[in-house]
């Protein structure tokens, strides 16, 4: 399977512990994205990289979430001391640098419950 | 990035053509239309995008107004796995743009047997 990968698929945390999740792009692509969903609403843009550059981060990013994309290839989303407010799909995304035809290609998501 | 308005939710029978509406009325001129599905339980999928002219590959037709206020999403003859909720998006394609997709709560379409 070529396409974005991202593990754990769920992670069940009790709050005020740390979580990391894990994006796997797809191989040549070279902007990666974060995205957050809850229940009965849209995704919601979290922040995004091209190459190993960290380029944009919403304000939904508070100081308790750090992403990386050391080399440019995979990507890490850590929230440190989580929080009930947290629980969330957290979905990845990649794309090539294609200007006017960029298509974004998302994952399947980390289910995150906090308890 | 300019903002869509979508009917909350829509019913088609299998088979038929699916028509999926948004409104887009505060498009400018370097804003195109998106348009992404997403199946229960898994990540959003790409499906066309447009700027002025109808489009269409082999998932669906765009067709937008000559004004750009607003398109219509195609599916010309929906199956139970179209069963999705589809998101109309408007993004700006500008090199100094941001590069992020704005959704807002989509259409719920359920296709019927």
């Known amino acids: 399977d070529t396409g974005v990968s991202q593990n754990p698929r769920h992670k069940i945390t009790k709050r005020g512990q740390n979580v990391t999740f894990r994006c796997d792009p797809i191989?040549?692509?070279?902007?990666l994205y974060w995205y957050r969903q809850t229940l009965g609403q849209g995704p919601e843009f979290l922040t995004y990289?091209?190459?190993?550059?960290?380029?944009?981060k919403s304000r939904l990013l508070s100081d308790r979430f750090s992403a990386e994309r050391p080399k440019g290839s995979f990507s890490t989303l850590e929230i440190q001391r989580t929080e009930q407010g947290d629980s969330a799909m957290y979905l990845c995304?990649?794309?090539?640098?294609?200007?006017?035809?960029?298509?974004?290609?998302f994952g399947s998501g980390t289910q995150l419950s906090v308890l | 990035d300019a903002k869509t308005t979508q009917p909350p939710s829509m019913d088609c029978a299998e088979g038929r053509a699916a028509n999926l509406p948004c409104n887009h009325s505060?498009?400018?001129?370097?804003?195109?239309v998106y348009w992404y599905r997403q199946i229960h339980s898994q990540g959003p999928q790409y499906i066309i995008h447009?700027?002025?002219n109808n489009e269409t590959n082999e998932m669906a037709s765009l067709i937008i107004t000559e004004d750009r206020k607003s398109s219509t999403l195609i599916l010309p003859h929906a199956t139970l796995r179209d069963t999705a909720v589809y998101y109309c998006?408007?993004?700006?394609?500008?090199?100094?743009?941001?590069?992020?997709?704005?959704f807002g709560e989509g259409t719920q379409l359920t296709v019927n047997p």
């Open positions: 995304a990649s794309s090539l640098d294609a200007a006017t035809n960029e298509k974004l290609f």
């Open positions: 191989s040549e692509h070279n902007r």
């Open positions: 990289f091209q190459n190993e550059a960290q380029l944009e």
């Open positions: 505060t498009i400018s001129g370097n804003e195109y």
């Open positions: 447009g700027l002025k």
């Open positions: 998006i408007v993004r700006s394609m500008t090199e100094t743009s941001g590069s992020r997709l704005t």
